[in-house]
């Protein structure tokens, strides 16, 4: 629960496993999707709670050039030594964005395990452009002590999903309502999504809520 995460000093990793040719599809309640393949599908109450972390995004304080395999961030956060990073794009190509993980911490410097392919700026004051966004380069934190991994056999076509979604059912004279319900916090997403599969009634996004009353208690 929110209030009694998993402990940070604990891990849980959920596996999801299948590739293009041997995952298992899982058909659709009524009035619902498909669950789909390396899925995991809620109907009814679906919470994971990890443990918390004080900062997991900041950004860069000064410019990381090409080559370059440290960084400094422009607030102190509590990241560890062996935890994985994301440095996002500073051009308006997504394929700028870069991943790291940390191999030694000094107060907000962090050496990083490989150098950069692109430069990525940092500004060392929080000035705004006009739209109000900073202009320094994201940085984010990706390690929790929770993971849902699709990454088995994924090959950049079938990552892992999950699925939350409310049913209405019929037996007989009597109708079955199934309430999804989720709430993930401190959860890390791995090698998740799936490819070719846009349609609107099967769309098989990373994190899905379908047929969800977002203002339901």
Same mark, same amino acid.
């Given at each position: ?14 596996? @999801?496993?299948?590739? $293009?040719? !041997? ?5 659709? =309640? ?9 899925? /995991? ?24 050039? #090409? ?5 400094? =961030?422009? !607030?102190?956060?509590?990241?560890? $030594?062996?935890? !994985? ?26 050496? /990083? ?13 929080? @000035?705004?452009?006009? #739209?109000?966004?900073? @202009?320094? #380069?994201? $940085?984010? @934190? =990706? ?14 076509? $079938? ?5 939350? #979604? ?10 079955? +309502? ?5 709430? +993930?916090?401190?959860?890390? +997403? ?9 349609? !609107? ?6 994190? =899905? ?9």
């Amino acid at each position: 629960t929110a209030d009694n995460p998993i402990p940070c000093d604990k891990k849980v990793t959920i596996r @999801l496993m299948g590739n $293009v040719s !041997e995952a298992e599809e899982f058909g659709a =309640l009524g009035n619902s999707i498909p669950i789909g393949a390396k899925a /995991l599908g809620g109907y009814g109450s679906v919470e994971m709670h990890g443990c918390p972390r004080d900062k997991t995004w900041t950004y860069l304080e000064t410019t990381m050039q #090409a080559g370059e395999n440290t960084i400094t =961030l422009s !607030e102190d956060a509590d990241w560890k $030594v062996g935890e !994985e990073i994301s440095i996002a794009s500073s051009n308006f190509d997504q394929k700028e964005v870069e991943f790291f993980s940390i191999t030694a911490k000094d107060g907000r410097t962090y050496t /990083l395990n490989d150098t950069a392919q692109y430069r990525h700026f940092g500004i060392d004051t929080p @000035l705004e452009d006009a #739209a109000g966004h900073h @202009l320094g #380069a994201p $940085v984010m @934190l =990706l390690t929790r002590n929770i993971i849902i991994d699709g990454s088995d056999g994924a090959n950049g076509q $079938v990552g892992g999903r999950v699925l939350i #979604a409310s049913t209405i059912e019929k037996d007989g004279d009597d109708t079955i +309502f199934r309430s999804g319900y989720g709430q +993930f916090s401190y959860v890390q +997403f791995k090698q998740m999504g799936q490819f070719g599969y846009n349609a !609107e009634n099967d769309s098989r996004f990373q994190l =899905l809520f379908y047929n969800i009353d977002p203002t339901a208690s």
